[in-house]
């Protein structure tokens, strides 16, 4: 007999569990895909808002594995287009007020652009509540792949 009670204790303790599936409160049926998302109320990658400013001056530095990297350069920006930039520091093969290569001229919607990389393995984004630009964007477009990793700081911005 005392063999047969673990069985027993078993078959009952199963018995009481299977039946409670089924009671209690129904569960709602899976509605499926909602017709229109629900909007988040803060923008993400893919969703960055384009800078308006025509006019303005900013600071940049670009994170990478690339010769002057992390040296700040001070990018002047007029009609939407980069009119003109200059080393803010004297670094190597440069003194303050050198200018900078064409190469490295970038506005802060080509930060804004690479912020919006959907493509990219890894997007970090810094950007403040009410201000109208990020302060700072990683960008790493494959795990895969070693240096090609890069990061962009804005600083003192200017419009007008």
Same mark, same amino acid.
Request: proline share 8%; net charge negative.
């Given at each position: 007999?005392?063999?047969?009670?673990?069985?027993?204790?078993?078959?009952?303790? @199963?018995?009481?569990?299977?039946?409670?599936?089924?009671?209690? @409160?129904?569960?709602?049926? /899976?509605?499926?895909?909602?017709?229109?998302?629900?909007?988040?109320?803060?923008? @993400?990658?893919?969703?960055?808002?384009?800078?308006?400013?025509?006019?303005?001056?900013?600071?940049?530095?670009?994170?990478?594995?690339?010769?002057?990297?992390?040296?700040?350069?001070?990018?002047?920006?007029?009609?939407?287009?980069?009119?003109?930039?200059?080393?803010?520091?004297?670094?190597?093969?440069?003194?303050?007020?050198?200018?900078?290569?064409?190469?490295?001229?970038?506005?802060?919607? /080509?930060?804004?652009?690479?912020?919006? /990389?959907?493509?990219?393995?890894?997007?970090?984004?810094?950007?403040?509540?009410?201000?109208?630009?990020?302060?700072?964007?990683?960008?790493?477009?494959?795990?895969?792949?070693?240096?090609?990793?890069?990061?962009?700081?804005?600083?003192?911005?200017?419009?007008?």
């Amino acid at each position: 007999m005392r063999a047969a009670l673990p069985a027993v204790v078993v078959t009952v303790a @199963t018995t009481f569990l299977l039946s409670a599936c089924g009671q209690g @409160t129904p569960v709602a049926s /899976d509605p499926g895909p909602s017709e229109s998302p629900t909007p988040t109320a803060s923008p @993400t990658v893919g969703t960055y808002p384009a800078f308006a400013a025509a006019d303005y001056a900013f600071t940049l530095k670009v994170s990478c594995f690339c010769a002057d990297a992390g040296q700040p350069i001070r990018v002047t920006v007029a009609g939407g287009k980069v009119s003109g930039a200059v080393w803010a520091r004297t670094g190597r093969g440069h003194v303050e007020g050198d200018p900078v290569e064409k190469y490295r001229w970038i506005t802060i919607n /080509d930060v804004i652009d690479a912020a919006n /990389d959907t493509g990219a393995a890894q997007v970090d984004v810094t950007w403040p509540e009410g201000q109208d630009w990020p302060t700072s964007v990683y960008v790493d477009q494959s795990k895969n792949m070693a240096d090609e990793e890069v990061g962009y700081t804005v600083s003192d911005v200017t419009v007008g």
